[in-house]
């Protein structure tokens, strides 16, 4: 094959030969057209994933949120600090060497590192960190309550966290916390250290860079750097020549934006990419066989569950709310409609996190939910409404509770409806009941405590959680549950998480039902990914072909 | 040839514009009853009050709906179409980014559609309920009730995976990617003004076997149309006069049946061509294929109103220009009309 000219991003140009003949041409085309096309094999030095991008609304790392965008920022930037995948409890610097608590339980003190750069050349300072975290809180992203949760404000955070020189950045939260928690929220993606001088070098009217990140323009420190978005289409990413640490074997990386899983299936089996992230049970099932395929399992956080709106007449008796509880085939759903993407979980701290708990004590079981609606004085026959976002899994689970409810004497009506609906409804608690997921934000049992059994009126923050949204207060818990947030030993702590799970699952109006299992299928040439636990967590640098 | 037709044009642009109005207020007032929170839809679930109240001031939802209304007319007649939330570019870049796929696509579609279907209805016309005949018709009538989207997946899971005959989903092989330089969009095109052979045998590849599931379902139909006209026309009185006057067969029905058949085929073709146009969000799903089907129906569960609005008028825009040129070429063709 003769060499083209390809231009990328970065200037680089490719040598090419002169025009070709005519002849030359006539005979190319015609060579072409009967001789097998050249392989479609994905070129050695590039990795090809596919996934489902054309959500990807913006690619700055502090505004950040949807799958392909999160996940090229895990490539592009990097934080303070990380925690060990297999072992989440396991906390390791990244952007900084060490820190430490002082006495007072709120003064945080961190030790840049002195080796790490930037994509540009530029030395990572806490300059930087402290630019980068002050930006979070500014400019009001969607991402800033990860951060904001410990009293940051726009008007304190100058004084909150400052850089007392190039290497030392101190951190003073609002109120002495288990230590672990603050270093886990810092270790999520909005914590991404920006480049300070090349973000302020493209500011436009005071917006901190935001035009000029939300494009297709990057600022980070990490393995990869942003080459080109072509938005719904793909995103590419190019190994950093100048990055600190161990440059990745694989120069190039590209999300492909392939929405039909069995699309991906068919590339994925014929070697026109390489990892294939949206395969349904029916797929990964199919190429169990392939022996060119490997299918990589990883943990995810990720929790499906019932909303139960308690300002229901009937949902706000919580024996009604434990009735429910029994009326859904667990076990069932797992073994016929899941068959290995989910496994059964009624708590609502994910396996794999501090202060998880196997305790699944229900299952379906008509006989006992209704002994239970009468105990709470509900005869004959009930009506509830369901929202259900019409794309797999939620259809199928629904149609399997709504059959299951029936048993018991409850006739469940299914709303289905688009995801922005979806979401709009589950917004305004304009619903029975609703189905979704929930993704902790970072690794840290806060986060799905905080949203299942926290009132904002009980949280410094006092911002609105999914308590809150579904019309449940419950003190006690919301109490118990800020506790073990300030609670320094780590394993009280996790014994703390422990009995308030148990307890908020005899009561709470929110029916818990699976865990998600992530599979991801490969080529059987590609080693080295490392699946995160978190929301779009997946690390592509030490991947090999 | 009488310029009868030139002095139809105010009518015609006046209808043009009517029509074209009458899109833009309905679509643009179903967008604002739809039940979608296109400011959840950009802050998310998890954001809170201020920031939903500032994104909710920045899209212009605090005025009232005839104001944005207005607003959106005026700027629409300038071109500018606002700005997408998901892919930051005005709307008008991003048709101009999408648009091309597509119409190479549906191009090659009815090309292939033009090219079989009307000699297959000529045929069946002709040979009238002989099995040439009711070959044609099964095979037509299958492409238009199969269900498109399990016909699709089975092609590309026999001739892609399996036989490896033609190129799969996606425009081109990730090695042969962003090599030409964009100057129409269509790869075809620019791969030739590039001088790029490698890249052009690529993109055909990977154009075969969608553009071949498009030409089937255009070929169905054309077919049928075809048979149809034809069969009317071959049994009026001028042919039986022909035939008396002792023309041969094949002249009477090339010259003759045909060119009067054409003239109800222009409207069945460009109504065809216009559908094509739509951008099948299946096929473009299926074949991950960048058109302007994928961008309206990921901008639709996006919420992304403007991006919407702005590809469903192209759409419109579309079948009143080939609604537009078929009728004057019918003004031009057909003496009688005059």
Redesign the interface.
């Known amino acids: 094959m003769r060499p083209v000219v390809a231009i990328d991003d970065l200037n680089t140009y490719y040598f090419r030969e002169q025009m070709p003949t005519l002849s030359e041409t006539r005979r190319d085309i015609v060579l072409g057209l009967f001789v097998a096309p050249a392989p479609a094999k994905t070129p050695k030095n590039t990795l090809v994933i596919a996934e489902a991008i054309d959500d990807v609304i913006t690619l700055d790392p502090h505004d950040v949120g949807e799958i392909g965008g999160v996940l090229t920022t895990n490539q592009v930037y990097q934080t303070l600090c990380t925690y060990d995948t297999a072992n989440p409890e396991n906390i390791q610097g990244v952007l900084a060497e060490k820190w430490s608590l002082a006495d007072d339980g709120v003064t945080f003190t961190f030790t840049m590192r002195e080796n790490a750069v930037f994509a540009s050349g530029n030395p990572v300072t806490a300059r930087d960190a402290e630019y980068s975290l002050h930006r979070l809180v500014k400019l009001k992203s969607r991402s800033a309550p990860i951060i904001t949760q410990f009293g940051f404000t726009p008007e304190n955070i100058n004084e909150r966290i400052k850089a007392t020189d190039d290497r030392t950045l101190v951190i003073k939260v609002g109120e002495a916390y288990a230590p672990s928690f603050l270093l886990y929220c810092l270790s999520s993606y909005p914590g991404a250290i920006v480049d300070s001088k090349l973000v302020k070098d493209h500011e436009k009217d005071g917006d901190m860079g935001q035009a000029w990140l939300k494009a297709e323009n990057s600022a980070g420190s990490g393995p990869y750097v942003l080459s080109m978005w072509k938005p719904k289409e793909k995103i590419v990413l190019k190994r950093n020549e100048n990055y600190w640490g161990a440059k990745p074997a694989v120069e190039t990386v590209i999300l492909r934006h392939i929405a039909e899983s069995s699309t991906q299936r068919l590339m994925l089996e014929k070697g026109d990419i390489d990892i294939a992230n949206k395969l349904g049970p029916d797929e990964l099932e199919a190429m169990a066989g392939n022996a060119d395929i490997r299918i990589q399992q990883g943990l995810s956080g990720t929790i499906y569950y019932m909303g139960l709106n308690a300002r229901n007449e009937y949902l706000a008796k919580k024996e009604v709310r434990q009735a429910l509880k029994h009326l859904v085939d667990y076990q069932g759903i797992v073994e016929t409609i899941s068959r290995g993407t989910m496994e059964v979980h009624q708590t609502f701290l994910p396996r794999g996190f501090l202060g998880a708990v196997d305790a699944n004590p229900f299952a379906l079981d008509p006989a006992k939910a209704k002994s239970l609606l009468q105990q709470a004085g509900v005869a004959g026959e009930i009506e509830l409404g369901m929202v259900v976002w019409n794309v797999p899994p939620y259809v199928d689970f629904a149609q399997a509770i709504q059959a299951t409810f029936a048993q018991g004497g409850i006739k469940l009506n299914l709303e289905m409806v688009d995801g922005k609906q979806w979401l709009t409804r589950y917004r305004n608690h304009d619903l029975d009941i609703w189905l979704g997921l929930w993704g902790p934000d970072y690794p840290d049992p806060h986060s799905n405590a905080k949203a299942f059994s926290v009132n904002g009126a009980f949280s410094p923050d006092k911002n609105d959680t999914l308590a809150d949204r579904f019309g449940w207060t419950n003190e006690e818990l919301s109490v118990r549950a800020m506790a073990a947030v300030r609670e320094r030993d780590t394993a009280k702590r996790h014994q703390m998480y422990q009995e308030i799970q148990k307890d908020h699952q005899q009561s709470a109006p929110f029916v818990y039902c699976f865990q998600e299992k992530r599979a991801v299928a490969m080529r059987n040439n590609v080693t080295g990914l490392v699946m995160g636990a978190m929301f779009a967590d997946d690390r592509y640098w030490n991947t090999t072909k | 040839m009488s310029l009868a037709w030139v002095r139809q044009l105010p009518n015609t642009a006046a209808t043009f514009i009517i029509t074209l109005f009458g899109l833009i207020c309905i679509t643009f007032f179903i967008g604002r009853i739809v039940?979608?929170?296109p400011v959840?839809?950009?802050?998310?679930?998890?954001?809170?009050q201020?920031?939903y109240d500032?994104v909710y001031h920045e899209l212009g939802m605090d005025k009232p709906a005839i104001v944005q209304f207005g607003k959106y007319v005026l700027k629409s007649i300038r071109g500018d179409f606002g700005t997408?939330?998901?892919?930051?570019?005005p709307v008008l870049q991003?048709i101009i980014?999408?648009f091309p796929a597509t119409l190479e696509l549906a191009t090659v579609g009815i090309l292939i559609g033009i090219f079989l279907g009307i000699p297959a209805g000529v045929v069946a016309a002709v040979w009238r309920d002989r099995w040439i005949d009711h070959l044609i018709r099964i095979v037509g009538l299958v492409g238009y009730s199969i269900p498109f989207f399990w016909l699709a997946?089975v092609c590309?899971?026999v001739f892609?995976?399996k036989l490896?005959l033609v190129?799969?989903?996606?425009r081109l092989?990730?090695?042969f990617e962003?090599?030409v330089p964009t100057v129409t969009g269509m790869l075809i095109i620019d791969a030739l003004l590039a001088?790029?052979?490698?890249?052009?045998?690529?993109a055909?590849?990977h154009l075969l076997l969608p553009g071949l599931l498009l030409g089937y379902i255009s070929m169905a139909y054309i077919s049928r149309m075809t048979r149809s006209v034809m069969l009317e026309q071959l049994t009026k009185e001028y042919m039986i006069t022909a035939r008396v006057k002792g023309l041969g067969e094949i002249h009477i029905v090339f010259h003759h049946a045909l060119r009067n058949a054409m003239i109800p085929m222009i409207t069945v073709i460009a109504l065809t061509y216009g559908y094509l146009l739509e951008g099948s969000v299946l096929l473009e799903?299926?074949?991950?294929w960048?058109g302007l089907g994928?961008?309206i129906a990921?901008s639709l569960?996006?919420?992304d109103m403007n991006a919407v609005l702005g590809g469903t008028l192209l759409v419109g825009t579309i079948f009143i220009v080939l609604n537009m040129i078929s009728d004057i070429l019918y003004r031009i063709l057909d003496p009688r009309s005059r």
Do not use: H, M, Q
């Open positions: 039940p979608i929170d959840a839809a950009i802050v998310g679930d998890k954001a809170p201020e920031v500032r997408s939330f998901v892919t930051n570019r991003d980014v999408f997946l590309l899971f892609y995976a490896d190129g799969g989903p996606g092989d990730t090695f962003d090599i001088g790029e052979w490698e890249v052009l045998v690529n055909l590849y799903t299926i074949f991950a960048p994928n961008y990921s569960l996006s919420a």
